[in-house]
């Protein structure tokens, strides 16, 4: 059986889709924050640590939340899922914020809890915490969206037997500028398939790119 | 799958500017971390190890030279001085046509040009300049790559993914040569973010020892070129055998308490290896000198059933240099490889971890053949990787 598309999510343009299905909008965004805490209260998730998260973290969170929502908790064994990431200005969002607090000798205060989410994979990490992996991890970066390489990547692990299953996707946030798509890929979908309303979509480059453009 | 082969490698560090000027430093153990009052990086002075800037400038005017570039040193930034030194010394003398299309470029940094949101180089840098993309771009631009570089930024065990994914890469016939190349910066935005997490040591930093206290940074580069061809000239050839990476699922800031998760990158790796726990007779682990760091990896070690085999961390030398020193540290085994040399874990004087381990105490001289180099970071994750001399 081919590697499989059995579940995606996507968070951009003030809507929230997941599996072909919208879920949230909001026309007019004020900021960031604003949007996806809107978001988190109407999932109603109740996970305290989110307050606790600078954006990028709180993007691929709900991201992974939403689509891991329905999973049954123990269909994937702790090390056999895998969680590759990809944006284009890594935590550069929260580099502002930590480079702001030590501009001025005379009010010199950096702190550790924005220190720690000046490395783009800390919301690999956050995901992993909530849900459990221990599997592979990585955190790509380039330009633009690069679906060629997450496919590579993703394929490449899944073939080697490196995963059974991966989420993949692209997870950026500068400012006002966010956007986020995560897929999770099987090795065998077809038991995924049964139980959602969503049918898997083969896991290509062309599926990624899909993904980036719903609207 | 293809065996991959390390055709040559290269170290920026405090120590030097090559693979033979580090381990030569290496041999003399002697330590580059030195307690700096440099107001530029922090207000009050603090143990780094640093890259003498006039040096720097000195090696790289003669890369400029050599390549025939038109642009001035001053349009480079630190950190691609220092990245473009390291590759083009590692470039020297081996059969790599940097243009060629079977040839990518693996980057891993975890901060790349950050000292570029510094008030002082907004006016002198394009503030794009800080995108990894585009520090990656500069780098393309003087060899003429023809590829678009592969960025991977993971923390601190960016350098040793970076080489893990470039072997995967080369086995499975996407490329026939791969440069993976890190480095980072001891910049003012780091010193200050460690210090204040309270994990830096005012003194030079003591790896696995009783009376570590914390991590010295540092900055670096490391450069190493694999190839699925075997090195022309070399007493003997070295293979990236089989990697791993795992994830802790337990803290972003704090290693897992069990060792369990690299532990099982660990054991992974090595039957990716097709080899067995007890083959392995080096370890270069990571050894930060934070007391949690130490003791979960030792606690790996030990799970992994290898508490015998001979242990060091290099950051005693030249710091943690994050996203590079997966390469350096790689370079550094690939010299003790070499050399059958197994060198000391500097700072180390008297066990400091509860699971008993074998750190290195004095430089020997013995047969290397089967190495694991070990990393972890930051948003619990952890990678290893097998050399392997035949």
Redo the contacts between chains.
């Keep these: 059986m081919d590697k499989q598309i059995t579940a995606y999510t996507y968070i951009g343009e003030g809507k929230v889709v997941v599996n072909k299905r919208l879920i949230f909008y909001q026309e007019k965004i004020t900021t960031f924050a604003e949007f996806i805490k809107s978001l988190y209260k109407q999932e109603q998730l109740a996970y305290p640590k989110f307050y606790k998260m600078d954006s990028l973290s709180k993007l691929g969170f709900i991201s992974a939340e939403l689509l891991l929502r329905n999973e049954n908790p123990g269909r994937f064994k ?2 056999s899922l895998a ?1 590759v990431l990809a944006n ?3 935590s ?1 969002d929260t ?2 914020a ?2 702001e607090s ?2 001025n ?1 005379s009010a ?1 205060f ?3 809890s924005v ?2 989410y ?5 919301v ?3 995901i ?2 909530r ?13 633009k969206f690069n679906p060629g ?1 997450l496919q ?2 993703v394929s ?1 692990l899944l073939d ?1 037997n ?1 995963a059974e299953a991966c989420i993949c996707g692209w997870v950026e946030i500068l400012g006002s500028n966010f956007k986020a798509v995560a897929a999770l890929v099987e090795k065998d979908g077809s038991l995924a398939s049964l139980k959602t309303e969503y049918n898997p979509l083969p896991f290509t480059e062309a599926a990624l790119n899909e993904l980036m453009k719903v609207n | 799958m293809k065996p991959t082969y390390v055709i040559s490698e290269n170290i920026v560090s405090s120590l030097g500017f090559t693979a033979a000027e580090n381990t030569d430093g290496l041999i003399k153990g002697a330590t580059g971390i030195r307690i700096h009052h440099e107001t530029t990086l922090y ?1 009050n002075p603090v143990a780094l190890s640093l890259i003498d800037t006039h040096h720097l400038d000195q090696r790289f005017e003669v890369i400029l030279n050599k390549f025939k570039k038109e642009h001035r040193a001053g349009s480079y930034t630190r950190l691609e001085k220092m990245l473009i030194l390291s590759i083009s010394d590692a470039l020297q003398g081996i059969p790599v046509r940097v243009d060629d299309s079977k040839l990518i470029l693996m980057l891993s940094t ?3 040009n ?1 000292d570029l ?3 002082r180089y907004t006016a002198k840098f394009d503030h794009k300049r ?5 520090l990656a771009a500069v780098i393309r631009e003087f060899f003429g790559l023809a590829n ?1 570089p ?6 601190c065990i960016s350098g040793v ?1 970076a080489l893990i ?1 470039a072997s ?1 890469l080369l086995r ?1 016939a ?1 490329y026939d040569y791969a440069i993976i190349a890190g480095g980072d910066i001891a910049s ?2 780091v010193i ?6 309270q994990a830096l040591s005012s003194e030079p930093c003591k790896p696995f020892d009783l009376n570590r206290k914390g991590l010295s940074l540092g900055e670096g580069c490391g450069t190493i070129v694999l190839s699925v061809n075997p090195p022309d000239v070399s007493s003997c050839s070295i293979l990236v055998a089989g990697g ?10 704090g290693p897992s308490r069990t060792g369990e ?1 690299l532990s ?1 990158a660990i054991d ?1 790796a090595i039957r990716e290896s097709g080899i067995v726990n007890n083959d392995i007779d080096y370890i270069s682990a990571h050894g930060t000198a934070t007391p949690f760091n130490d003791e979960m990896e030792a606690k790996a070690i030990s799970l992994s059933g290898m508490n015998e085999v001979p242990v060091n961390s290099f950051k005693g030398y030249w710091g943690h240099t994050l996203g590079a020193s997966g390469i350096m540290e790689s370079a550094a085994l690939i010299g003790s490889m070499k050399m059958n040399c197994l060198f000391r874990s500097a700072g180390f004087e008297t066990p400091g971890v509860i699971e008993p381990i074998n750190v290195i105490k004095e430089t020997i001289y013995k047969p290397v053949s089967t190495c694991l180099k070990t990393a972890s ?5 952890n990678a290893a990787l097998v050399f392997q001399k035949i």
Aim: glycine share 8%; net charge negative; hydrophobic share 35%.
């Design positions: 702790p090390g969680v284009s200005s890594s550069l580099d502002l930590h480079q030590i501009r000798r010199y950096p702190s550790p220190f720690v000046t490395l783009a994979n800390i690999i990490g956050e992993c915490i849900h459990g992996i221990k599997g592979e991890n990585a955190f790509l970066v380039s330009e390489q590579e990547y490449d080697n490196q | 207000p975890t901060k790349g950050i949101l510094e008030d800080v995108y990894l993309w585009a678009t592969y960025i991977i930024s993971n923390a993914m994914k995967r499975s996407k003012e935005f200050s973010g460690f210090q204040s997490f791993s990476v795992s994830n802790d699922a337990n803290h972003i800031s998760e099982m992974t970071g930051f948003g619990g994750c």
